[in-house]
């Protein structure tokens, strides 16, 4: 079976692009784990993620930013992982929502996005709409951007290939850490289910379907 082309997977109306994590309070420069931070600015992940989102407006692509939230004081937030209870701690006290901490980057952000924020889980399918609301608009094909490929990056995308989506992941628009543990994601994992692309690549393509 030949692998899809990626001008098919993003023709008009098929695609959306997913942002997951894509927010200052996880890889701004006071993001709580510094080593995502690193990662995240070596891959130009903001700039990239950026640019994807401006190609796909113009396609017609819904742009989505699944934002890790919490509620004020951190109610009802998960602690029974080490990453979820370290999470925790690390913004212990913390009332943020989604208008203030846990708002997307200026640069990523246009009115008409959907902001989609998760306040448990990894996976931005995780007590969210966005499952019912692509398949309402008839997507076929998520593409991916965003932190961690350890977690969110992860486990997004088995959710997505799960509900039988198309899997799009620009591997410069996504990031994680330790980078050879990242790399190996990509390399035997994500690319075992995702066509696995660049920025320039998705860019390109979402231009020719908006001509």
């Known amino acids: 079976m030949a692998a899809p082309q990626l001008s098919d997977l993003l023709a008009k109306g098929r695609a959306a692009f997913v942002m997951t994590e894509v927010q200052p309070d996880v890889i701004g420069p006071n993001g709580p784990w510094p080593p995502l931070v690193e990662a995240a600015d070596k891959t130009n992940l903001v700039a990239n993620a950026a640019r994807i989102a401006a190609a796909a407006r113009v396609a017609g692509a819904p742009v989505f930013h699944c934002t890790a939230d919490s509620l004020p004081r951190g109610f009802g937030a998960s602690s029974n992982t080490r990453l979820t209870g370290s999470a925790r701690k690390k913004r212990a ?102 066509t696995l692309s660049t920025t320039d690549a998705v860019v390109e393509a979402w231009q020719a379907a908006g001509a």
């Open 93 to 194: 006290g913390d009332a943020v929502n989604t208008a203030t901490g846990a708002a997307p980057f200026p640069e990523t952000w246009e009115d008409g996005d959907i902001l989609m924020p998760r306040f448990n889980g990894l996976s931005c399918m995780h007590g969210t709409a966005l499952d019912q609301v692509l398949r309402n608009e008839e997507i076929t094909t998520v593409v991916l951007s965003g932190v961690s490929l350890a977690f969110g990056v992860l486990s997004t995308s088995i959710d997505v290939v799960d509900r039988g989506y198309q899997l799009v992941i620009p591997t410069d628009a996504v990031a994680g850490f330790p980078e050879e543990y990242a790399k190996a994601v990509v390399d035997n994992t994500l690319m075992m289910i995702a």
